[in-house]
Structures are given as structure tokens and as C-alpha cells.
């Protein structure tokens, strides 16, 4: 049975933790991160990452599955008001402009992974026959189910889905804002050639590591905490899962605090 969380003393620790944060004394934040890690083991707060965010600790291979969920739970009324017209985020229009102009699709199976309220999903929609949504937020998968975009849709974190999946493959699936909750790739880009057909498409959006250097690492937790990554490890991973790539664009995949997110937006085929 799982321990009760005492709010109370999460809260207090939370948000002495970030004050102290915020004041710049990063080795008094981390030990308070780690009591609310202590009193909250699931991390909904999401801890972890903030300590990888101020380079400390280890860099978890993906954000905690309770943070995301609180995360998108909470913010699933003004998502898209604050996605679209406050961050500038537009990754959907543009896996549109270039599906149009390589001249791919339509398609008869969609798998939208981290689907949201269904901002990939409405930009797509005539694009293809079947679509199906996940995400992690009951909330999220709440809204896109009232506008009526999906014929399926589940809520489930992304990489459990795909290694739980029977149903038949898809020929296109897309991850629009999914990759900078996620450290580690291998997971996702091995569930989606898994549920996929030989030639099918895999579209998504990373945000990159500034300076990207070669032997730099693989990921680490941004400013935000939110996952930036290498190109070269992107590519790597493709490759290793079976994709070929077919385009990386760089773009800005939102703005934070009045600065582009420099990113790509990655199109891969799958061998076969």
C-alpha cells in the first residue's frame, strides 16, 4: 500500500526548495529537493529534474511519469492559450509545411504520442484516415476527446503504450513536445519502430543542447527542466532502431521568458 504523503511538510520543503533555488544557493536547494524526494519518492513535484537543471545529481533517464502527469493535469484548462499564444509554440504547422512540401502522406494509421488537447491532431486531421491519441493527463485526453479529432484514444504514458500495443501498425507517428520530458531515446524510437510499418514516417520535435559539441553528453536537463539533446544522439538512436532519416530542420520550438528554444524537428522513415 503506498505511504501517505504529508503535504504539509512536501509543501514547506517544496517551496523552501525553490527559494532557495531562485537565491542561487544551489547546494542548500539540492538538500531540500532531497527531502521532498524523501517525503514524495513518486517526485510529482518533479525534484529530480530541477537538481539535474542546476547540474547536480545525476541526470534522470526520463522526467518522473507522476510529475508529467501533474504537470499536464494542472495546466490542461489553459494549455493551449499558454502553449500557443504565450510561448509562440508552433511544431504542429510545421510538420505540416514539410509533410506538404516533400510530398508525403496522406497516411491510414496515426499514432499521436503525447497528444495533448490535439494541436497535432486538428493540424493533421485531413492528412489521414485513422488517427489515434495518447497522453499521460486524463485532463489533456479530456479536452482532445470534445473536439472530436481521434477515433481512439488512451491515456498512458508514451512508452508504456508502445510496448503494450497489439493493435495494428501505424504508417506515421508523431511526438510533437514529447522528447524534452524523456532522457534516454532508445525507448521510444525502438516502441515506435515496433508499432510501425516498414516505410512508415516517425516526426518529432527535440530541443537541442547549445553548442551540441561531438563529445559532449547525449541529454542533460535544461534551465527549465525540460530535456535538451544532442544531434548526434538522435541521429545514433535512429539508426540504431532501424530509421532512416529523411529531413532535420532547425527551429525555434517555443520561446521561454522571451528566448527561442532552439531545436529540430526530426523526420525519420523506418527501414523495410
Known amino acids: 500500500m503506498a505511504k501517505k504523503i504529508d503535504e504539509e511538510a512536501l509543501a514547506e520543503a517544496y517551496n523552501r526548495a525553490l527559494a532557495l533555488e531562485k537565491a542561487g544557493d544551489f547546494d542548500a536547494a539540492v538538500r531540500a529537493y532531497e527531502e521532498v524526494l524523501a517525503i514524495d519518492p513518486e517526485d510529482h513535484g518533479g525534484a529530480a529534474v530541477r537538481i539535474a537543471s542546476m547540474g547536480r545529481g545525476e541526470t534522470p533517464v526520463k522526467a518522473p511519469d507522476a510529475y508529467v502527469e501533474t504537470l499536464f493535469d494542472q495546466h490542461a484548462e489553459v494549455f493551449e492559450d499558454v502553449l500557443v499564444e504565450q510561448l509562440s509554440y508552433h511544431v504542429p504547422m510545421l510538420v505540416r509545411q514539410r509533410l506538404q512540401e516533400l510530398k508525403l502522406g496522406p497516411f491510414k494509421r496515426m499514432l499521436d504520442l503525447g497528444c495533448g488537447t490535439g494541436l497535432t491532431g486538428g493540424t493533421l486531421r485531413d492528412l489521414c484516415e485513422d488517427m489515434t491519441g495518447i497522453d499521460i493527463s486524463e485532463n489533456m485526453v479530456e479536452i482532445a476527446h470534445e473536439k472530436d479529432l481521434y477515433e481512439t484514444l488512451f491515456v498512458a504514458e508514451a512508452e508504456d ?78 539508426a540504431a532502431t532501424g530509421f532512416e532519416i529523411v529531413e532535420v530542420t532547425e527551429i525555434n520550438v517555443r520561446m521561454q521568458e522571451g528566448q527561442p528554444s532552439p531545436g529540430h524537428l526530426v523526420i525519420a522513415r523506418l527501414a523495410g
Open 161 to 238: 503504450f508502445l510496448d503494450d500495443n497489439d493493435e495494428e501498425p501505424f504508417d506515421l507517428i508523431t511526438a510533437t513536445d514529447v522528447l524534452p520530458y524523456l532522457g534516454a531515446l532508445e525507448p521510444l524510437f525502438f516502441g515506435a519502430a515496433e508499432n510501425m510499418t516498414p516505410g512508415g514516417l516517425f516526426i518529432f520535435s527535440s530541443e537541442m543542447i547549445p553548442g551540441d559539441a561531438i563529445d559532449g553528453p547525449p541529454y542533460i536537463v535544461g534551465p527549465h527542466q525540460r530535456f535538451l539533446h544532442a544531434e548526434a544522439y538522435i541521429r545514433d538512436r535512429l
